[in-house]
């Protein structure tokens, strides 16, 4: 994993940012700068609101991260052949034990920020909170993993779309207006767009070791036009919502980023190697970010 001469505390420093797979964490950013954008748009902004959600959006992530490190070893889903970022535990250089000790240190800063926010906007946050780790756990672990039978991509839509962007709206000041659900929607298909495309590159050694993704039981040509309904999807959405008067208009720039989902379309359409595919979830991952901010700042700055 390292080359010689690096010393063994850089080494693990390495080891557990590639299990927390920190190129994750804008999945679970943007959506409460877009519910929060909302906030400061309706003038019920809250910061410490807003703190509170993504230190928890962050922490339920990278829990999530490290439970699918050391489930997955467990089950020998992760084998020699695999594409994506390394498995620590797979690899030895994180026990299983330490791995989940870090998923409940994890889970327990979630649950402190979550007990902040149950204070500032009540009980409701909490069952938010309980849901969003259940789910969290039961991706990969558990007796009936999720994840394995093709549910993964309807709960990330769930979670990271509807349930964060409206969760993240709801603790400015205890409303969900229909503002939050709508782009809530954009939100999680490009999320879920994420997950498709990761799920697509790793199709051959899913099918191999058992793990019936949605792309495993799809097929390549079936996941390929899920990848580009989700990929384009969603800015029709946005302009549709803001002509409509149903969100604010200008959040309706974030529709000119639609071009910048042809290059990950194009790739997973032409490629079939991991390389390729890798750069194809990165060009997706970016696209989420970036027309999250976008979103957010046209949330935000109401004209």
């Given at each position: 994993?390292?080359?010689?001469?690096?010393?063994?505390?850089?080494?693990?420093?390495?080891?557990?940012?590639?299990?927390?797979?920190?190129?994750?964490l804008p999945a679970a950013t943007v959506p409460v700068l877009v519910?929060?954008?909302?906030?400061?748009?309706?003038?019920?902004?809250?910061?410490?609101?807003?703190?509170?959600?993504?230190?928890?959006?962050?922490?339920?992530?990278?829990?999530?991260?490290?439970?699918?490190?050391?489930?997955?070893?467990?089950?020998?889903?992760?084998?020699?052949?695999?594409?994506?970022?390394?498995?620590?535990?797979?690899?030895?250089?994180?026990?299983?034990?330490?791995?989940?000790?870090?998923?409940?240190?994890?889970?327990?800063?979630?649950?402190?920020?979550?007990?902040?926010?149950?204070?500032?906007?009540?009980?409701?946050?909490?069952?938010?909170?309980?849901?969003?780790?259940?789910?969290?756990?039961?991706?990969?672990?558990?007796?009936?993993?999720?994840?394995?039978?093709?549910?993964?991509?309807?709960?990330?839509?769930?979670?990271?779309?509807?349930?964060?962007?409206?969760?993240?709206?709801?603790?400015?000041?205890?409303?969900?207006?229909?503002?939050?659900?709508?782009?809530?929607?954009?939100?999680?298909?490009?999320?879920?767009?994420?997950?498709?495309?990761?799920?697509?590159?790793?199709?051959?050694?899913?099918?191999?070791?058992?793990?019936?993704?949605?792309?495993?039981?799809?097929?390549r040509e079936r996941t390929r036009t899920l990848f580009s309904v989700?990929?384009?999807?969603?800015?029709?959405?946005?302009?549709?919502?803001?002509?409509?008067?149903?969100?604010?208009?200008?959040?309706?720039?974030?529709?000119?980023?639609?071009?910048?989902?042809?290059?990950?379309?194009?790739?997973?359409?032409?490629?079939?190697?991991?390389?390729?595919?890798?750069?194809?979830?990165?060009?997706?991952?970016?696209?989420?970010?970036?027309?999250?901010?976008?979103?957010?700042?046209?949330?935000?700055?109401?004209?």
């Amino acid at each position: 994993m390292t080359s010689p001469g690096i010393s063994e505390q850089v080494t693990r420093l390495q080891a557990w940012k590639t299990a927390a797979r920190t190129h994750t964490l804008p999945a679970a950013t943007v959506p409460v700068l877009v519910g929060s954008g909302l906030a400061y748009g309706d003038a019920v902004f809250r910061w410490d609101g807003f703190l509170l959600a993504l230190v928890g959006a962050l922490a339920i992530q990278i829990a999530a991260n490290f439970a699918n490190d050391a489930s997955d070893a467990k089950r020998g889903a992760d084998t020699q052949d695999r594409i994506g970022p390394p498995r620590m535990v797979s690899l030895g250089y994180i026990s299983a034990r330490q791995m989940w000790f870090a998923t409940w240190i994890s889970i327990g800063i979630a649950s402190l920020a979550g007990v902040g926010l149950t204070l500032i906007a009540g009980p409701l946050i909490l069952v938010i909170g309980i849901a969003s780790v259940i789910a969290m756990l039961g991706y990969v672990g558990g007796p009936v993993p999720y994840g394995y039978r093709g549910l993964g991509e309807v709960f990330v839509f769930i979670f990271f779309g509807l349930v964060a962007t409206v969760g993240s709206r709801y603790v400015h000041d205890m409303t969900a207006p229909l503002s939050a659900w709508l782009l809530a929607i954009p939100v999680g298909m490009l999320v879920t767009a994420i997950l498709v495309v990761n799920n697509y590159r790793d199709i051959d050694t899913d099918r191999a070791a058992g793990k019936r993704t949605l792309a495993v039981i799809l097929g390549r040509e079936r996941t390929r036009t899920l990848f580009s309904v989700l990929v384009y999807g969603g800015f029709p959405l946005i302009v549709l919502f803001a002509f409509a008067g149903w969100t604010p208009q200008t959040t309706m720039f974030a529709a000119l980023l639609a071009p910048f989902g042809s290059a990950p379309v194009r790739i997973v359409y032409a490629k079939t190697e991991g390389a390729a595919l890798i750069r194809a979830l990165q060009l997706t991952s970016k696209l989420h970010l970036w027309t999250g901010v976008v979103l957010a700042a046209g949330a935000a700055l109401t004209l």
